[in-house]
Nanobody
């Protein structure tokens, strides 16, 4: 049974940091690339970052580049998102998902090639 569980969200002041985690089970984690997304109320789901199956390649959205870092621990089937210098506009539900390939590519942000979504973890940044 596939399980994807995000954690680590919470309430933080602007300028603060959070580290999100995504624990998975039910598939061979290190066979697939992974991604982080977020969705704010009334807005479309936004792709934030992608990491290849080995962790050797990463891609970031321009809107968050330089403030976030995606990483993974294949031994623990866990994906991470380190977020720094948080802003009120970062407030959203954050999701992780499995990409159906082992690599990210120039079209990495396509939502349609991601599967196995978690329920999300809420991040709220106060001003």
């Amino acid at each position: 049974q596939v399980q994807v569980v995000e954690s680590g969200g919470g309430l933080v002041q602007a300028g603060g940091s959070l580290r999100l985690s995504c624990t998975t089970s039910g598939w061979t984690f290190d066979d697939y690339a992974m991604g982080w997304f977020r969705q704010a109320p009334g807005k479309e789901r936004e792709a934030l970052a992608c990491i290849s199956s080995s962790g050797g390649n990463t891609y970031y959205a321009d809107s968050v580049k330089g403030r976030i870092t995606i990483s993974r621990d294949n031994a623990k089937n866990t994906l991470f998102l380190q977020m720094n210098s948080l802003k009120p506009e970062d407030t959203a539900m954050y999701y992780c998902a499995m990409r159906v390939y082992d690599y990210c590519s120039d079209s990495w942000s396509e939502v349609g090639v991601f599967s196995y979504w978690g329920q999300g973890t809420q991040v709220t940044v106060s001003s």
